[in-house]
């Protein structure tokens, strides 16, 4: 690793992740960093990327809304798989990338190396700027930037470069010449510095603009000046280098971690039979032969296991699907699913639900932080709230238990083989015992016995009118 390297040469690195601005294009009260994107906030793909670089340290440069963002950060670090504290840097006044390095200098000035991220590019890959440092070291530059080919750069600052390939500036698109504003390289915002060159290029930066900002691409030209090389690695897609600036951004990079999601689970043996309408959080797991069908949405830490079927149009959303289940047509939040179950069609499995092994829950059936056990039947209509329902039980039509009395919430239990008949209401608190059975339209209020039959109608009586 490229960390381990450099310790051994006495030349540690830190990562410096900007995250002050205030993202006004993106019309929010969110702050732009925290706008969730691939089931995490886009901050978190940054820290994520920082902390497999394995750096000597993590700095965080906030500024807007900056007590949000730190609380996001400290309370899903450990979520997010972050193995390195982040030391929170405050940029008092929004002036500018260069301003927000300045600040973060008393940071910076441990550590010989720099590489400097911008908080709205979560697209970019472990691979490519693992390479971008890899370059800085090979090339001994002084200072070396990540750049892209765009086939549309507006936007963006280009890349002008000399005879040789060298990198001489790089021009803001409001400043560039027609020649200038035609070039397709444009800069990133990712940079690997020398801190030392940094440091003074830094002093030397001056205000522009209307706004008055100092602009960290100036370092380049400045740590030229005084002698230092310049360098860039070209990133292998434009596709890395997006930055989120707007929801219209956000929506793009949405398609592409999507598809990148996709094509993993599909690498690793899962048939997606239309990937322009299936979707995965970055964090989903799908076991071999399982299969994805349109209009399937995964959410949040889904794990699916192997030779399932999902979908058509199932949303599931931080929970587990065992080996072999199927779930159709449904909605599954924050619940368990066991081997071998079938769900759906038009099933709600709510939180704290666990399912099976082997059971059913059928056409609009709802099931809210209760357990169905091994070969028990949920088939259609009913609502099972805050039960336990031991193994093969069936549970006929239109089966409600009742468990809530207007104050507190109350819960059923059901013994194993028990028959349930249709139209059954289960007062809760209440206790139906192994074996027995419940007569259709009854409304249970009692305990029923093992082995009984339960008989709770009111008397019919026919009337003939004269």
Sequence with gaps: MIAREQGKTGSPFAVLVLA??????????????????????????????????????????????????????????????????????????????????????????????????????PLLTFDTVYSLLGAHQRDKAQVTMLTARMPNPKGYGRIVRGPHGEVLRV???????????????????????????????????????????????????????????????????????????????????????????LERLMLSGVSVTDPAHTYADSDVEVGQDSVLLPGTVLRGATKIGSRCRIGPYACIENSSIGNESSVAFSQVVDARILEKCSVGPFSNIRPGSVLGPRAKVGNFSEIKASKIGFGSKVPHLSYIGDAEIAEDVNVGAGTITCNYDGVEKHKTVIGPKAFIGSNVNLVAPVKVGRGARIAAGSTVTEDVPEGALALARAQQVNKIRK
């Excluded at 500018?96 to 300045?102: H, Q």
Aim: aromatic letters at 4%; charged letters at 20%.
């Design 171 to 261: 021009v803001e698109e409001t400043s560039a010449t027609p020649k200038e504003a035609a070039i397709t390289e444009v800069n990133s915002g990712t940079y690997c510095f020398e801190t030392a060159l940094l440091v003074s290029a830094l002093k030397q930066l001056r205000p522009q603009g209307p706004k008055q900002e100092r602009y960290l691409t100036d370092c380049l030209e400045i740590i030229q000046r005084q002698g230092g090389r310049a360098g860039a690695y070209l990133a292998p897609s434009h596709e890395e280098v997006l930055g989120i600036n707007s929801r219209v951004h956000l929506a793009q990079a949405e398609r592409v971690l999507n598809r990148r999601a």
């Design 20 to 121: 002050a601005g205030q993202g006004t294009r993106m019309v929010s009260a969110t702050p732009k960093v925290l706008h969730p994107l691939g089931g995490r906030p886009m901050i978190a793909y940054l820290l994520r990327l920082a902390n497999a670089l394995k750096p000597s340290a993590i700095g965080l440069v906030v500024g807007h809304q900056e007590e949000l963002i730190r609380k996001e950060v400290a309370g899903s670090a450990k979520a997010w798989g972050l193995t390195r504290p982040v030391a929170f840097i405050r940029q008092k006044e929004l002036t500018g990338s260069g301003s927000a390095v300045v600040e973060a200098l008393p940071f910076l000035k441990k550590y010989r190396t720099a590489l400097v991220m911008c908080g709205d590019s």
